[in-house]
């Protein structure tokens, strides 16, 4: 089956940046969503076509993407923003939906 | 602003099926696909399937033996069926509102959630 590979965790401390890294060869050519999840919540959009940040989104998440790699970026990172990430595309053939396997951000 | 709302039994039994309804609001049903994904206790998201204002359907292949998603248009909802249940289906299950462009699959608004025990 097909599989967008994440870090299980990483961890940062306030006001530093924090990067989360997904990969899967059809992201080169597949747009990649990014959904927070605090818990017992329901996950929440953040990023959107790997580089649009939706309405409401603080100007400190972004995204980019390179070849089979999307990256989430969270500058001048908040308690706040200690959650579970997960990254979601398109499988290779184009035919349904699937997610990562999460990461959980710490902030120190 | 549009918003998500799933109902159904928290409890059911091995083997028996697993039925849910998300009721949609402050929204329009048809132009948009109506998902159902399902998150495990400390694992990570998976989609089940999805339903269009037509009635086209998808399923992902590990649960399509398993899974009936259906509309009622005349009532704004969707409802979930998942069959011969076991320990294994207990999860949290959402609901959220998804769309299909060149580039793929995407989703917006979700559900709180209900979590649905098998047991």
């Known amino acids: 089956s097909y599989e967008l590979t994440q870090p299980p965790s990483v961890s940062v401390s306030p006001g530093q940046t924090a990067r989360i890294a997904c990969s899967a060869d059809?992201?080169?050519?597949?747009?990649a969503y990014w959904f927070q999840q605090k818990p017992g919540r329901a996950p929440v959009l953040v990023m959107s076509?790997?580089?649009e940040r939706p309405s409401g989104i603080p100007e400190r998440f972004s995204g980019s993407s390179s070849g089979p790699t999307v990256t989430l970026t969270i500058s001048g990172v908040q308690a706040e923003d200690e959650a579970d990430y997960y990254c979601?595309?398109?499988?290779?053939?184009?035919?349904?939906?699937?997610f990562g396997g999460g990461t959980k951000l710490t902030v120190l | 602003q549009v918003q998500l709302e799933e109902s159904g039994p928290g409890l059911v039994r091995p083997s028996e099926t697993l039925s849910l309804t998300c009721t949609i609001s402050?929204?329009?049903?048809?132009?948009?696909?109506w998902n159902w994904i399902r998150q495990p206790p400390g694992k990570a998201l998976e989609w089940i399937g999805f339903?269009?204002?037509?009635?086209?359907?998808n399923y992902n292949p590990s649960l399509k033996s398993r899974v009936t998603i259906s509309v009622d248009r005349s009532r704004n909802r969707f409802s979930l069926n998942l069959s011969s249940v076991s320990a294994a289906d207990t999860a949290v299950y959402y609901c959220?509102?998804?769309?299909?462009?060149?580039?793929?699959?995407?989703?917006?608004?979700w559900g709180q959630g209900t979590l649905v025990t098998v047991s």
């Open positions: 959220a509102r998804g769309w299909e462009d060149s580039s793929g699959y995407a989703f917006d608004y």
């Open positions: 339903v269009y204002y037509s009635g086209t359907t």
């Open positions: 402050g929204g329009s049903i048809s132009n948009y696909c």
């Open positions: 059809a992201l080169s050519k597949q747009h």
């Open positions: 979601q595309s398109t499988d290779s053939s184009g035919s349904y939906p699937v």
């Open positions: 076509k790997d580089t």
